[in-house]
């Protein structure tokens, strides 16, 4: 059957395609040349250790070209998108891998900030000239005296390519940004989705309105709010309400309004920075005005709902154990415990909650130990360990807690090395590895030759991003999550913020809506 082309030769030189790839470029046209870079760090800056040149260099050098480009995520989207159209050639600019340790790592240092900032600026300038720029970024990063440092790259970017070059940025939902950022850029998009299911999406987005700008199709024309609402990552999932409803009410503006693109950050509450707090990005095409009523509904519906969405509670950790334990008596199983407070991943509030409850079959996954692995030296699988383990990373991750049992599994797992297994008690274990890992799904348990269907309890360190492999798949019979102590409370406004604003709501409960 033959396949149909649609296609059609724009004046930036590049043939649209509707239907299929074609391979043959248009005669005489010029490439359209994009930059693609990411620099991404979520920067909880009340955990202990920074993040300097050596925590970003962990798993290597920056990488460049085509390792770049195969990034994946929002990269990948971008990417993507781009082989249906003639003529677009990327480049890879200079980008760090991610850091150790992910969010556990605190404030990034200044002088890995400028290294890798100007080292994008920089690579773009060398290889350029180029039209149109595309940075995946995260948006919670934290820099040492540096108050917006996202909006600072995109200014250093600025700097090179010029005024009238399109830079375009996608973000996390958990950003905390401001209108300089989306002053220095030309749009931002961020992900509606958590756990984040979208982030090729946004990455295909950038690129369509990128051409279009190029093309001169479309003007992009931003507004920006800070309603003045903070919440903590554990009530930001839109599997439920009212983050649910508040995305889908974006979802609504874009579906009856075109050329509306209508973004929503909820902020990281883990970062003591100027801009914490949700944030409304709206694009259109050359509308101010619609774009700004846009952002006013988008901003007063979240007011609307802060009280709903930031007044939650958890249990803490001896009831949400007991709770776990009664349910896996009532068979079902397995439950899935989040601790949603550790940032570290070393905390071991509930390890000892559940031994001191007389809890079995039951697996902490993971517990981020570099002291305990490196106490199993010269052990083999199979032979009798007793340790300490966890409890020492900050004062809020409880205390060491002695185990004595078995080890089961010894040596690499994916990335971290070494990861161990000890099993302990009745049918009881901790999996060690090197550093937090935040599991979103079950593969570990087959990885590391653990029988799922014999753990009764599924202990994870995570917030949201765990419901993908284990709740929305059908896994989980029953779910706790615990507000256990740690460097992530539920309630954030018990949270000593020296440089966040304490005029947001719930950290003031007479705040006043912002704009």
Not at 192 to 213: C, F, I, N, S, W
Not at 247 to 255: C, L, P
Not at 439 to 452: A, E, K, S
Not at 463 to 491: N, Q, S, T, Y
């Amino acid at each position: 059957m033959k396949q149909i082309i649609l296609a059609a030769t724009i004046a930036a030189g590049f043939l649209v395609i509707g239907c299929t790839q074609t391979t043959a470029p248009a005669p005489n046209a010029k490439a359209v040349r994009i930059a693609v870079a990411t620099f991404s760090h979520e920067t909880c800056t009340f955990c202990p250790e920074p993040t300097g040149v050596k925590e970003w260099e962990f798993y290597g050098p920056p990488v460049r070209g085509k390792d770049v480009l195969e990034n994946g995520s929002y990269i990948g989207g971008f990417v993507r998108a781009s082989k249906e159209y003639t003529n677009v050639e990327l480049v890879g600019i200079l980008s760090p891998r991610d850091a150790k340790g992910g969010s556990s790592g605190s404030w990034v240092t200044k002088e890995a900030f400028d290294k890798y900032s100007n080292g994008i600026a920089d690579d773009i300038r060398q290889t350029g000239p180029y039209d149109g720029v595309y940075l995946a970024l995260h948006g919670a990063m934290a820099v040492t005296d540096v108050a917006k440092p996202e909006a600072e790259l995109v200014r250093r970017v600025r700097v090179v390519v010029g005024k009238t070059v399109p830079i375009f940025v996608t973000l996390d939902l958990h950003a905390n940004d401001d209108h300089e950022l989306s002053d220095a850029a030309s749009g931002v998009l961020i992900i509606k989705r958590y756990p984040h299911y979208d982030a090729a999406l946004q990455g295909e987005r950038a690129l369509r309105l990128m051409l279009r700008t190029i093309k001169g199709t479309f003007k992009p024309t931003m507004a920006t709010r800070k309603p003045g609402v903070l919440t903590p990552s554990v009530y930001q999932g839109t599997g439920s309400s009212p983050s649910m409803e508040i995305m889908e009410r974006a979802r609504i503006w874009e579906e009856r309004t075109r050329d509306a693109y209508v973004s929503v950050a909820y902020g990281f509450a883990y970062a003591d920075v100027v801009d914490i707090g949700a944030t409304v990005m709206v694009i259109t095409n050359n509308d101010q005005k619609l774009a700004d009523r846009i952002a006013d509904d988008m901003s007063d519906f979240i007011w609307k709902k802060r009280e709903e969405f930031a007044g939650k509670t958890l249990p803490k950790t001896q009831e949400g154990v007991r709770q776990a334990i009664a349910a896996a008596k009532a068979g079902k199983v397995p439950v899935v415990v989040a601790d949603q407070s550790d940032r570290t991943g070393n905390s071991t509030w509930i390890l000892a909650e559940l031994i001191k409850q007389g809890g079995q079959n039951f697996c902490i996954t993971t517990l981020a130990d570099e002291r305990a692995l490196g106490q199993l030296k010269g052990k083999a699988v199979g032979d009798k360990v007793s340790l300490d383990v966890g409890g020492w990373a900050e004062e809020t991750s409880g205390k060491p807690v002695k185990i004595d049992g078995t080890l089961e599994w010894l040596g690499k797992y994916e990335h971290m090395d070494p990861v161990a297994v000890i099993t302990f008690g009745n049918n009881n274990r901790v999996i060690l590895t090197p550093v937090l890992d935040q599991v979103t799904d079950p593969d570990i348990f087959q990885g590391l030759g653990i029988d799922l269907a014999k753990q009764e309890i599924i202990v994870l360190k995570s917030r949201v991003h765990f419901w993908r492999g284990f709740v929305e798949d059908g896994l989980a019979k029953a779910l706790v999550v615990i507000d256990a102590p740690g460097l992530g409370p539920a309630d954030v406004s018990t949270i000593p913020y020296k440089f966040g604003p304490r005029t947001l709501y719930p950290i003031d409960r007479n705040a006043k809506k912002l704009r």
